[in-house]
């Protein structure tokens, strides 16, 4: 009777089959093919920022206000969110109008090319020293559009921010020319001009930003940042030295990378305290990324980081620890910051609350950082980015 069964079921099930395969005609390549279709990636989205610093004579105020307001232009691309993720953050820097630079390449020199190591940003911001005068602003810009790798992703945003003083065509480049290979790549020139607006305009920095579709700002380059201190000021800075400690360097990099972490957040200390709170702030931000030489952030890249981490790579602390030991010892240190991190956003979302009411009292004229991250603002509005200040 079993038999029966099994043979009237064998039927049965050989029927539907062939039956299901009249209905769909599924050729057996295209059977195939059907399995080995690979689930769509979601594109990683990416917001591109090259910094043009003019490192002229004239123009110490300017490297004083790009070091006081770096922190603040990162946190303001923490806000940004698309498709409710936070985005990639990467920065790139250059100085023209030296000097001391090469006449063959323009006086023109890449300090950074485009990174997300915050923490090289600053150390090269702080080595910026100005020289002399030859500023060649189409010059620059070309080779910020052809220098640099550009993401060629839909949703990205690609800005490029040129500081200077000086006439814009001057050089043998047509910033016409450089700006037009620019916006073919979808990168978006933005020009800041370090003085009156109607001599910028004069001088054909406005020029330069509608050639651009950018935006064309003024500003007193020597003005002094003046910040707007918070009853949450002291609280994060102190916090800011506890997330330090859950920094576990790994790797030929990790000693002198943790240590020059010491020495971003003595950099931003000297400008101010309200300034060394911006940096405490973007440090307990997603963007502020170091898996290449801290261990925590390696393994949240990276959950099998640990068995690829050769022993001689680990840090004194964890030589001659056993596999679950270090875990362990990772997953602690993660647990920790992360209830840093937690803590430092609730204040500084305070704080933010704080230093929008008291800003509204004041009739602030644009310096680089407001001038940066209102454009900043606008374009990914207009790129489908919302804006979250939670």
Known sequence: MKKVIFTFGLIFTSMSMLSCNKVNEIEPNQLIAKLDKKPIVEENTKIQVALLLDTSNSMDGLIEQAKSRLWNIVNTLTTLKYSGKTPTIEIALYEYGNDGLSAEKNYIRQVTALTTDLDLISEKLFSLRTNGGSEYCGAVISDATKELKWDDGKNNMKLVYIAGNEAFNQGGINYKDAIGTALKNNIYVNTIFCGDQNEGIKLLWKDGADTATGKYFNINSNQTIQYILTPYDTKINELNIQINTTYVGYGVKGETKKMNQMVQDKNAESISAANSTERAVSKSSAIYRNDDWDLIDRVKEDKDALSKIKAEELPSELKGKSAEEIKKFVAEKTK??????????????????????????????????????TSIIELAKSKNYTVDKK
């Open 336 to 373: 920790e910051r992360e209830t840093i991190q937690k803590e430092i956003a609730e204040l500084a979302k305070k704080r933010q609350d704080f230093i929008d009411a008291e800003a509204k009292k004041q009739n602030k004229q644009d310096d680089l950082g407001n001038a940066i991250s």
